[in-house]
């Protein structure tokens, strides 16, 4: 599945990243605790979370995450924004609640990984 597959299947909008849409993504996971995704997640491509904050693009950042999706229409800032293009992370945004979210990229073949 590439990023741009997850764009269409969760109806999202690119926030940025348009030049990394046909990566390849492998595994997911949904998280709100980034503590959570630090402690547990390896060898997750796509971050899909509620929180939207500073602190989501640096876990990602130091999990090799190359895509991160806010749902519940959640929109990064700026900041973030800045923050993802330097370290060239993908940033989708969904209307889906997480659960919906998860459930629809699970039904299409995206797994979750070993701990996720």
Known sequence: MTIQDIKDYLEAEL??????????VHNACGCDMMSDVLA???????????????????????MDIICVVFVRGKTPTEEMIEMAKEREIALLTSNHRMFTACGI????????????
Request: proline fraction near 2%; charged fraction near 20%; aromatic fraction near 8%.
């Open 15 to 24: 926030v940025y990243g348009e030049e990394f849409l046909s990566r390849e």
């Open 40 to 62: 547990f997640v390896k060898d997750q491509s796509v971050l899909i979370t509620g929180l939207c904050n500073p602190h989501v693009i640096r876990t990602a950042e130091m």
């Open 105 to 116: 990229l699970y039904q299409k073949g995206l797994g979750g990984g070993d701990l996720c």
